[in-house]
């Protein structure tokens, strides 16, 4: 059975970081296609890094150079370091898993998703 379990959202003023962990069971996060989505109340669920399994990174456009995805194969572990963070970056953070060899863009590919995480960022 396959689980994924996000941790490591919270509550953060601008300017400052977290970082989201998803741990995987069942399914093996260095072979496979994972990444990050996010979702805030009343808008569309949108992309925020994916992760190729040979380690090719793709970020959503107002992440890159703030935000990193790396993954811990030793611990199937995925996560997310989130910097300068911004009230804009205020939403419900998911880890989304699929078999494929490079990571498509839309959600509805993504077969396996955790319960997800909230960030809320304050001004």
């Known amino acids: 059975q396959v689980r994924l379990v996000e941790s490591g959202g919270g509550s953060v003023q601008a300017g400052g970081s977290l970082r989201l962990s998803c741990t995987v069971s069942g399914y093996p996060v260095g072979s496979t296609c994972m990444a990050w989505f996010r979702q805030a109340p009343g808008k569309e669920r949108m992309a925020v890094a994916y992760l190729d399994p040979d380690g090719r990174t793709t970020y959503g456009d107002s992440m890159r150079g703030r935000f990193a995805i790396s993954k811990d194969g030793t611990k199937n572990t995925l996560h997310l370091q989130m910097n300068t963070l911004s009230p804009d970056d205020t939403a419900m953070y998911y880890c989304?898993?699929?078999?494929?060899?490079?990571?498509?863009?839309?959600?509805?590919?993504?077969?396996?998703w955790g319960q997800g995480t909230q960030v809320t960022v304050s001004s």
């Open positions: 989304a898993a699929v078999w494929r060899p490079h990571c498509p863009l839309a959600y509805s590919s993504y077969d396996y």
